[in-house]
C-alpha cells in the first residue's frame, strides 16, 4: 500500500514521492473494494488470504443442551 504526501500551496496542488504506507498481498476477489479506510485514517482493512491449507472437515452439534440433560 502507497502513500503520497499531498500540499496545496498558491492555490496550487503539490504532491510528494509516493512512499510505502506498508506491505500487504491483496488476492482479486472479484470485489470492487478490497481494502477501506477507518474514519480517522489510521487503521485499513483488507481482505488477505488466510491458510494455504484450510480446513474442510468440522463438525456442527445443533441443540447441545438437550444432550446434556440426557446424562
Not at 500540499?7 to 473494494?33: C, K, S, W, Y
Not at 478490497?34 to 489510521?42: K, L, N, Y
Not at 485499513?44 to 444432550?67: D, Q
Amino acid at each position: 500500500m502507497m502513500a503520497v504526501d499531498i500540499a496545496v500551496r498558491d492555490r496550487t496542488l503539490h504532491a510528494g514521492i509516493p512512499h510505502l504506507l506498508f506491505e500487504t498481498v491483496m488476492q482479486d476477489v472479484g470485489a470492487r473494494n478490497r481494502w477501506v479506510a477507518a474514519r480517522d485514517g489510521q487503521k485499513f482493512l483488507t481482505i488477505v488470504p488466510v491458510n494455504e491449507n484450510p480446513v474442510h472437515n468440522f463438525r456442527v452439534i445443533a441443540n447441545w443442551p438437550s444432550l446434556l440433560q440426557k446424562k
